[in-house]
């Protein structure tokens, strides 16, 4: 009997139609465009306006429109995985919302949250409940309404982050495709340099908490990027390493759409041309953990069966990793 791997065999997404401009930031903040795609490569982000609504609507959009696409009746679904870091409330779990408004219901869901690791972790996850030969059909969305919790008045962050989600399904397969390695870290001792105070267990909410701006992100900007572009980099070369693979052997690195300079540190290391590296963060900012499957949305085309992808993520905790994975599928 073929060792089953988990492959990833349908890619949905969805982004708000509002677009925030770095020409709309400047009216806004002290900033400007030049510094800010100098800096960052970013041009624009997209946000839900619409108060009424949180990350499951994003959610739901990019889950139908994999479903849709499929052809994947949602009943057949047998969990689904919210990856994200802006859950629409606490303890009511937005993946179980997300999977009965699209009609998942014989599947079993949960929330998982690591910053921006978030859909990173999830991969792995939900390649162990395939694998293990249980489940046949995991939708893993990855989703975050990022404008909820951020400062519009810091531009230190406002800049940075927009709203958005991806979903990609995972099913078993027998042919070798799929998910062939994975090295993922975290370090606590990077607490302090991205969070948001208030509003858990340790600063629950209070007048005093809201009156002191306790709820919205903090990072610590230089900490976080001297951080982040050593760790991405380094399991991303690793990971190379480890399978005896090289940048010629590779497709595609789908990295984690934090900061220009960020991407392009780990895909030197990996000794990688421009024209193999995803890339959307100029049009979407940082999605946090829709990032990677809005990356495998917007590329979806150019993929190719056997296609080898290199994943590389980092995130608050600090939290990081990568995954290697050969593609599954030929785009329609």
Excluded at 164 to 190: H, K, S, W, Y
Aim: proline share 3%; glycine share 8%.
């Amino acid at each position: 009997m073929s060792k089953i791997t988990a492959a990833i065999t349908a890619v949905g997404g969805y982004v708000p139609d509002y677009v925030l401009t770095n020409k709309i930031l400047e009216t806004m903040v002290d900033t400007n465009d030049e510094w800010i795609t100098a800096r960052t490569g970013i041009k624009e982000r997209r946000i839900l306006k619409d108060k009424d609504k949180g990350t499951s609507f994003l959610a739901i959009q990019a889950a139908n429109d994999l479903l849709q696409k499929s052809n994947v009746d949602p009943k057949e679904i047998d969990m689904v995985i919210m990856a994200t870091a802006t859950p629409d409330m606490p303890v009511a779990a937005t993946s179980a919302y997300v999977a009965t408004q699209i009609g998942a219901e014989n599947a079993f869901s949960y929330d998982l949250m690591a910053a921006c690791s978030s859909f990173l972790f999830g991969m792995s996850t939900a390649a162990s409940y395939i694998e293990s030969g249980k489940y046949k059909k995991i939708i893993l969305i990855g989703a975050d309404k990022m404008s909820s919790i951020i400062d519009y008045k810091d531009r230190t962050t406002c800049i940075i982050f927009g709203d958005g989600a991806g979903a990609v399904l995972f099913e078993p397969n027998e042919e070798g495709l799929g998910i062939q390695d994975e090295i993922l870290r975290t370090d606590g001792n990077g607490r302090q340099s991205l969070k948001i105070d208030a509003g858990g267990s340790l600063l629950p909410p209070s007048n005093e908490t809201i009156a002191n701006n306790q709820h919205v992100v903090f990072q610590d900007g230089k900490t976080v990027f001297k951080f982040a572009v050593t760790r991405m980099a380094d399991v991303s070369e690793k990971i190379l390493e480890r399978n005896n693979l090289t940048g010629d052997d590779i497709q595609w690195l789908v990295p984690h759409q934090a900061n220009n300079r960020i991407i392009d540190a780990t895909s030197r290391r990996m000794n990688l041309p421009n024209e193999k590296v995803m890339k959307n963060i100029y049009k979407y900012g940082n999605t946090t953990s829709a990032t990677l499957p809005l990356c495998l949305h917007d590329y979806e085309k150019k993929l190719k069966k056997g296609d080898k992808l290199v994943f590389a993520a980092f995130g608050g905790g600090f939290s990081w990793g990568s995954i290697y994975l050969t593609w599954a599928y030929d785009s329609k």
